[in-house]
């Protein structure tokens, strides 16, 4: 242990080292603040969906030989989550199929384009690091820390200022529309965080572990607390907490950083289920 | 000029027709009761009311602001951010993690504006409507977590913090224990004698008998009557209904 801390002492010394873990937190903090309005709104599914499209878009913008492809994959990110919130609404076809079917599409696509065009030597790897998280989070200049802070920043200003909105459209949607809070305008509002989230959270865990990132923090919260605003709080801590823990440990023991996340968010989810049956057993 | 008025409206879902040809107007002050069987369309006017579905045709006007259609919203002479509502049925996701209080507190939301949180004056009239229908001991309890007349006492507190003129409720009696349900029926009078306006779908003919002032009568697709409560007891449609449900005629 002690080898392993003088190890972990060094490294932070880094500037990449510190850049990861505050980018990291930064969007760790972000992607819990939604996670109970998406997991009860049905709309984990959306996450999923849209963390594939930005899979799509992501791929096209390699196989264009973007040097950032953050500007490309935002906006397209946003309108196909304003999309599927649409088709979510009408109760006629339910917003899975749709979901299902963009979802699937925009990957096939993506790795179509990836493959015929791409010209890097290493096409396998781009794509396992596009799913599944890459490096690329030790590897963030300046800048794109700056970026990645101002649009956290941006996001957890929206929902503080948009919080019981937001409860309410979670909570009862027609009572809130009766009575003359404009629904569908926070809903857009919800769908376009929700892709900025997504899109920052592609950079920390890659486009398939997305979905853990934004919902195991909220249903862990949800095992021992009862009122939203405690849920959102805890979920906030344990998801800041697991994802500075899972960027050091994937540095020192040099494991994938998307992954260890995740699996850190996994082993909280287990110690919160544990706590909350046992308070509720006592 | 009536608060709210209906033209021959006709109310239904995918082009089937629940009822046609309803039209009355509704004053301010007004205590209107919707009776009728189940499946006759209250539930279903109530919400192409408060614009929560288009009607398949005809009109609704509101004060002073004319028609609005099949689209828009409640015009300016009756903001919808006066209304009270209690839906019949919420469909809350299983588990919601939300107090009673967050629950209450959240039907002032539309007092707000852009303003991000609740003031004093909010705050204070969510305690006083936990107060009046006694869930005050409960404020801190998971709303998934209550009994079903519990549920219902929080919904409705919610609503009296959503309403300043008009307050609409569907079977708000369903659930309630016979004090409650009459503790009700006397609070919601006492709102309308300070002046809200109440559009209430109630099974409870001895308390629609007794607190409305006006009865519409919905039934197989059509309209059977509209008029003032002492009209309706003494029409046919009436007398038949009131005997029926075990009421005083
Ligand atoms: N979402 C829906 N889609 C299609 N038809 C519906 C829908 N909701 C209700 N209906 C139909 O519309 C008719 C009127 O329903 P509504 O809920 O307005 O009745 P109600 O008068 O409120 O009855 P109750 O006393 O049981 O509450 C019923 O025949 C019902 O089957
Ligand atoms: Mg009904």
Redesign the interface.
Known sequence: MTWNWDKLSEYLQFPFVQYAIITGVLIAFCASLLGVTLVLKRFSFIGDGLSHVAFGVAAIAAAMNLSNNFFLVLPVTIICAILLLRTGQNAKIKGDAAIAMISVSTLAIGYLIMNVFSKSANISGDICATLFGSTSILTLTRAEVWLCAVLSALVILVFLIFYHKIFSVTFDEDFSTATGVKAKTYNLILAVIIAVIIVLAMNLVGALLISALVIFPALSAMRVFKNFKAVTICSVIISVVCAALGIIISIVAGTPVGSTIVVVDIAGFVIFSAAGFITRRF | MPQLSCQNLTIGYEGKVVVSGLSFDVNAGDYLCIVGENGSGKSTLI?TI???KAPMSGKIFTESTGSTGNTG?IGSGL???????L?QQ?V??K?????VR??V???C??R?GLR???NKAEKRIAEENMEKLGISSLA???YR?LSGGQQQRTLLA?ALC?TRKLL?LDEPAAGLDPKVTAELYTLIGDLNNDGTTIIIISHDICASVKYASHILHIGNRSVLFFGTKEEYLKSETGRIYANMSGGKS
Do not use: H, W
Request: proline share 10%.
């Open positions: 919400r408060l614009k929560l919203s903001m919808p951010n006066e209304i009270g509502y839906p919420t809350v996701q588990d919601f993690p939300a107090s967050e629950v507190r959240s039907g939301l539309n707000c991000p949180f609740y801190k309890r998971c977590e919610r959503a609409l």
